[in-house]
């Protein structure tokens, strides 16, 4: 099942697919009166979709296991090489 945009009552249409991005993670701060620093956490791929309405996009298709991990040693190795074409900080 495509994923649907309720403002637009439309599909999202795939953009593209085996989209690559990291996930951050707070290094510092407590995010209430300390702002975070975010770092690397892990490497993922799924798939961009976007509503060809509003222009909303979503990543989906995201599997059970990351690409990589920020304690692997090879980690920085596969961030290199994979180019994530973004960072998510949020928690």
């Not at 510092?28 to 222009?55: I, N």
């Amino acid at each position: 099942m495509k994923p649907a945009c309720p403002k637009c009552r439309l599909f999202y249409t795939i953009k593209r697919t085996g989209y690559n991005w990291e996930e951050g993670m707070p290094k510092s701060g407590d995010g209430k009166t300390v702002p975070y620093v975010w770092g690397s956490y892990k490497l993922w791929a799924g798939d961009l979709f976007e509503c060809r309405g509003c222009g909303a996009q979503v990543i989906v298709g995201v599997p059970h296991r990351p690409i990589a991990e920020h304690y692997q040693a090879e980690y920085l190795d596969r961030v290199a090489e994979i180019n994530p074409q973004v960072r998510i900080d949020d928690c």
